[in-house]
């Protein structure tokens, strides 16, 4: 039987799991990444953890970076949340002393090819995954395959500009004024709710809880984030006319307060040919370790 192995490294965490063929995880765990600590200490906490898996069979490693990553050059390219790991050769390392290729792919394609293929995009031939948590990513899938662009770069829509004259907090200094993360991501939504209500209202959870019992303020604040979501998706389906739209991430589990007014947004803002296009919530408990999985063996076939 073949097995494939996935690693998910994020800046706190890193979890590695084994899976067969029809993605059913057989192995895993699950510790400290030590992402602030330099891509030796991350290389050698990783292969420590391998240390307990048996790799016979395994046909492949997949790893999950939270960051572009250069596919011809199997490198990442901007490490905002593991510093000091850009152009370090980690696939290059692992293959040397495991002897089994190893695949690097940005963490949302990662979750976006899982949900591709096991979880609410499957039969849809391009799915286009949205990653909505502290910030804001997305994945182009096609056919069951990762589409990477240039160094990495395709997917990356934090930067994508929904509404330019919007007030910029202090989020990322690389991401321009009125991006899509600067305006709907959780952190933005906890920090136009601290400006907009106080305390109260200083994350994105507690934005969400206060719309749910009614507060005027927080329901605005989530009625805005909800359009600029569906302007950035508007603007994809004008580029990429996906399939589906399949949204995952922490601000996801707060989907009944805010989908179905990114879908009525969206449907006033796309093509008429893309307005029935289905907006899905993500379905897997784990897409980030399965699509890191995945990754080398979508590459593979």
């Known amino acids: 039987m073949n097995y494939y192995i996935g690693i998910d490294l994020g800046g706190s965490n890193v ?13 895993d765990v699950i510790a400290p990444s030590h ?5 030796e200490n991350i290389e050698a906490n990783i292969l420590g953890l391998l240390e307990q898996f048996d790799l016979t069979d395994v046909k492949s490693i997949g790893l999950a970076i939270p960051g572009p990553v250069d596919g011809e050059r199997n490198v990442i390219t901007m490490a905002t949340n593991i510093p000091g790991c850009e152009d370090y050769p980690f696939a290059a390392n692992m ?28 039969g849809y031939n391009i799915v286009y995954y949205i990653t909505h948590s502290t910030g804001i990513g997305g994945g182009l899938i096609i056919n069951g395959k990762i589409i990477s662009g240039h160094k990495g770069y395709a997917g990356e829509i934090a930067n994508v500009i929904v509404d330019p004259d919007a007030k910029q907090y202090p989020i990322y200094s690389h991401l321009n004024r009125g991006g899509v993360e600067t305006v709907a991501s959780g952190t933005a939504i906890g920090l136009i709710g601290k400006d907009i209500i106080g305390e109260e209202g200083s994350s994105a959870r507690k934005v969400f809880v206060l719309a749910s019992e009614g507060n005027e303020k927080a329901k605005a604040i989530v009625d805005k984030m909800a359009k600029d979501l569906a302007t950035c998706l508007s603007a994809i389906s004008a580029i990429v006319a996906p399939d589906c739209f399949v949204i995952g991430g922490g601000c996801s589990k707060s989907s009944v307060l805010y989908f179905n007014l990114v879908r009525e947004y969206f449907k006033s803002m796309a093509h008429e040919g893309m307005r029935e296009v289905p907006i899905l919530k993500a379905t897997l408990q784990e897409p980030g370790v399965l699509g890191a999985a995945m990754i080398g063996k979508s590459r593979l076939n």
């Open 35 to 39: 992402g602030k600590e330099g891509p």
């Open 95 to 122: 293959e040397k002393i495991t002897g089994i290729p190893v695949f690097l792919d940005n963490d949302a394609n990662a979750a976006g090819l899982a949900e591709a293929l096991l979880g609410s995009g499957k």
């Open 15 to 27: 979890r590695v799991a084994k899976m067969d063929a029809e993605g059913r995880i057989v192995q």
